[in-house]
């Protein structure tokens, strides 16, 4: 299923912090490895992890978390350990 950004939220930490610390994240490449990860498990504290590989970050595997409704992204980060 293929959301839209529309569907996605961002939680204040997503958009004060990461986004500040890695400013070349964009949150269309968040949303992109959410609706179609290469894998997905969850994560303490009531939360998920998606994988997922963005041909803008020269293919490297992308980190996206998210709260418990798997639609507000929580942090992103490119995964050098993930693998497939």
Known sequence: MVRHMSEYAFTNYFEKEV?????YLRKEWCT?????PLRVEPQEHNRFRFWGEVPELEGRI???????????????????RFEK
């Open 32 to 36: 992109r490895v959410c609706d179609a």
């Open 19 to 23: 986004l500040r610390k890695r400013p």
């Open 62 to 80: 992308l980190r996206v978390v998210t709260l418990e409704d798997r639609k507000t992204i929580h942090n992103a980060f490119p995964d050098r």
